[in-house]
C-alpha cells in the first residue's frame, strides 16, 4: 500500500520493511522486537515506532474510492487475506510500543 504514497517515498526500504514487521508481530500479537531482529535489521524499536504509526494510521484511514487494484490483489485467499485484517485502534498501538 505503502508504493501507492508519495509520503512514503522518502522512507529507506529497509526501514518501511522493518516496522511493517514490528506492525505486524504487534497486531498479531507475535512479541516484539527482539535482540536478534534488532541486530539483523540495524534498527531499534524506538527507531520504528513513528513510522509503524504511521503505517497503522495508513491502514485506518486509507481511501477506498481509488487505487483498489492492491486491496482487491490482497483480499484473495492466496495472499491470507492480508488486506482485510483489522488495523489496531491508535491508543492501543500506543501503549504497546511504549512498553517496547
Not at 33 to 55: A, F, I, M, N
Request: net charge positive; glycine share 4%; hydrophobic share 35%.
Amino acid at each position: 500500500m505503502t508504493l501507492q504514497e508519495y509520503d512514503y517515498a522518502q522512507e529507506s526500504p529497509s526501514k518501511l520493511a522493518a516496522s511493517c514487521l514490528l506492525l505486524a508481530l504487534t497486531m498479531k500479537n507475535l512479541g516484539g522486537w527482539t535482540p536478534t531482529l534488532e541486530y539483523y535489521s540495524g534498527y531499534c524499536s524506538q527507531d520504528l515506532h513513528p513510522l509503524v504509526k504511521r503505517l497503522n494510521f495508513l491502514l485506518t484511514y486509507q481511501p477506498h474510492d481509488k487505487l483498489k487494484a492492491v486491496r482487491t490483489k490482497y483480499s484473495h485467499k492466496v495472499f491470507f487475506e492480508v488486506a482485510k485484517v483489522t488495523p489496531m485502534d491508535m491508543l492501543k498501538l500506543e501503549e504497546i510500543l511504549k512498553s517496547c
